[in-house]
């Protein structure tokens, strides 16, 4: 059932375009731009979720050689121990979430993918975010 709900979440996505609220800049690496959708962050039980978007500045290519030029990812962060963990993501063919999901996946919360991030990086600016630390 789940699949069936994210293949009909990506479907939607890519007949109606971005769906998401406003993107606001977050950050940026030599190759990257990031993004925060600040009205999608939520409490889900002990964690927070939150959408980001990673805009790339030259184009990415998934294992199925399918090429995508940006991803939007859903975060799953525990504020408690200020670590990240990646649950969902779409791949659009265009920048900033445009054009068609060329690529999508989800999966539940394993307690083995727990990230941490590197302090004043990019991931540890999402988990400010998310936990609403400065």
């Not at 409490?43 to 030029?69: C, H, I, V």
């Amino acid at each position: 059932m789940k699949k069936l709900q994210l293949l009909m979440l990506a479907l939607l996505l890519s007949i109606t375009g971005q769906c998401f609220g406003e993107w606001k800049y977050s950050g940026a690496t030599d190759t990257d731009r990031f993004y925060i959708d600040f009205s999608r962050i939520k409490t889900e039980g002990r964690y927070k979720s939150m959408w980001y978007l990673a805009d790339f500045k030259t184009p990415q290519t998934n294992s199925a050689g399918k090429s995508f030029k940006s991803e939007v990812i859903k975060l799953m962060v525990d504020c408690q121990a200020s670590r990240t963990q990646e649950v969902a993501f779409f791949s659009y063919s265009e920048q900033m979430g445009a054009g068609k999901v060329v690529d999508s996946g989800s999966s539940p919360i394993k307690e083995s993918e727990w990230g941490y991030e590197a302090p004043n990086s990019i991931g540890d600016g999402f988990i400010k975010a998310a936990c609403g630390r400065k």
